[in-house]
Structure formats: structure tokens, C-alpha cells
């Protein structure tokens, strides 16, 4: 089913279905696992070049010469601006691996250090929503049922945490405070109808 709230329809799974990130189990298989690398908002690409002074420590080495190589975005395949990967295994270019075998995003590290600037790219931080921008101008959210996150959706149902709960600062950082509160009005909604 799917709601419309301002400029959005919203798959109401993303209220339904239960997530909560288990990195313990994941370890960031997220930033490895995809066709292309992560799909850039207006303004992102700026940001990323902007900033390379506050997480370009944090980078991996094949990371920094991927995008030493391709630049700081590409274009993939379906004509999006996306960051690179690292031709050998396919990580985003941006993570980077620590001893215990986790993967982490080198700009969320330095966003961490510096609390200024872009955080991560928004379609990672609000993974696994996914946005897609309709001909009609109207965005679409939908709930990734990738497999790669079978322990978060797992997870979410052990503590009672819904997706859109989980998500709430990415939602709120994009869509802002009144469009997160049509959403949690939206939930209530869809539970008196049970």
C-alpha cells in the first residue's frame, strides 16, 4: 500500500516492517555489496569535494586511488551521479576496512571528527528506504528488502524498531520534522485500521 504525504508517496511498509542495524553481524556489507556506488543528491558531489580535507585521512588506500583514478563521482550505467568503487572488489571507494573486518565510511569519520559538512551521502544514511524521483516531479519511498540486511530487519523485529523509527534523523535531515510527524500520524492511522 502506499500513502501520499506532500510531495511523496510512501510505501507504508517503511511504517509496517521492523529494521534496526545489526553491525555485529553485517560489518558494513552494505558499502561492498551493489551495482554501482552510492547514488548522490543535488549538491552531494560539491560536498564530497569540499570537504576531502576532513575524511581524506580515513580513506583506504585502493580507496584513494579510485578516486584519485575516476574522480570524486561517476556516472553509472542508468546515467546517475554515484561515488566510485574500487575496481578490484567493488567497495564504495569512500569506506575503509579496520582490523576486525568492519566497514566503515571514511566521510562519516571525519563528519564524526569535525561535525560539519555532509554527514555521508543520504542514500546510504538512509538505507534501506530508497528514493526515486518520478517523471511527474513527486518522490517515491520504498522499503530495499535486500538480502544483505536480513539481520537488521531480524534485529528490528527482536527490539521494536520500525524502519521509519530507525531512519528518523536521515528522513527528518532530508524531508524535515513536520513531514517525520505525518509519518508517525500515518503509522497510528494504519494500526486503529488492524
Same mark, same amino acid.
Given at each position: 500500500?502506499?500513502?501520499?504525504?506532500?510531495? $511523496?508517496?510512501?510505501?507504508?511498509?517503511?511504517?509496517?516492517?521492523?529494521?534496526? $542495524?545489526?553491525?555485529?553481524?553485517?560489518?558494513?556489507? $552494505? $558499502?561492498?555489496?551493489?551495482?554501482?556506488?552510492?547514488?548522490?543528491? !543535488?549538491?552531494?558531489?560539491?560536498?564530497?569535494?569540499?570537504?576531502? =580535507?576532513?575524511?581524506?585521512?580515513?580513506?583506504?588506500?585502493? =580507496?584513494?586511488? *579510485?578516486?584519485?583514478?575516476?574522480?570524486?563521482?561517476?556516472?553509472?550505467?542508468?546515467?546517475?551521479?554515484?561515488?566510485?568503487?574500487?575496481?578490484?572488489?567493488?567497495?564504495?571507494?569512500?569506506?575503509?576496512?579496520?582490523?576486525? =573486518?568492519?566497514?566503515?565510511? *571514511?566521510?562519516?569519520?571525519?563528519?564524526?571528527?569535525? %561535525?560539519?559538512?555532509?554527514?555521508?551521502?543520504?542514500?546510504?544514511?538512509?538505507?534501506?528506504?530508497?528514493?526515486?524521483?518520478?517523471?511527474?516531479?513527486?518522490? *517515491?519511498?520504498?522499503?530495499?528488502?535486500? %538480502?544483505?540486511?536480513?539481520?537488521?530487519?531480524?534485529?528490528?523485529?527482536?527490539?521494536?524498531? !520500525?524502519?521509519?523509527?530507525?531512519?528518523?534523523?536521515?528522513?527528518?535531515?532530508?524531508? =524535515?520534522?513536520?513531514?517525520?510527524?505525518?509519518?508517525?500520524? *500515518?503509522?497510528?492511522?494504519?494500526?486503529?485500521? !488492524?
Amino acid at each position: 500500500m502506499v500513502i501520499e504525504i506532500g510531495n $511523496c508517496l510512501v510505501s507504508t511498509e517503511i511504517l509496517t516492517e521492523y529494521f534496526c $542495524c545489526d553491525y555485529d553481524r553485517c560489518k558494513g556489507v $552494505c $558499502c561492498i555489496v551493489g551495482d554501482s556506488g552510492a547514488p548522490l543528491e !543535488k549538491g552531494e558531489k560539491e560536498q564530497l569535494s569540499e570537504q576531502a =580535507g576532513e575524511y581524506e585521512e580515513f580513506l583506504a588506500a585502493d =580507496g584513494r586511488e *579510485a578516486i584519485g583514478r575516476q574522480g570524486r563521482f561517476v556516472i553509472d550505467i542508468d546515467g546517475d551521479e554515484v561515488t566510485p568503487l574500487i575496481p578490484s572488489d567493488g567497495r564504495c571507494a569512500y569506506s575503509f576496512i579496520d582490523q576486525r =573486518g568492519y566497514t566503515y565510511c *571514511a566521510v562519516e569519520r571525519g563528519y564524526c571528527q569535525n %561535525h560539519r559538512g555532509l554527514r555521508k551521502p543520504l542514500s546510504c544514511w538512509i538505507f534501506p528506504i530508497r528514493i526515486k524521483r518520478l517523471s511527474t516531479g513527486v518522490e *517515491a519511498l520504498t522499503l530495499s528488502r535486500e %538480502h544483505l540486511c536480513k539481520e537488521a530487519f531480524d534485529k528490528g523485529k527482536e527490539v521494536g524498531i !520500525k524502519a521509519y523509527e530507525f531512519l528518523k534523523e536521515p528522513i527528518i535531515k532530508r524531508y =524535515g520534522e513536520s513531514f517525520y510527524k505525518e509519518l508517525q500520524e *500515518a503509522e497510528k492511522l494504519l494500526n486503529e485500521q !488492524k
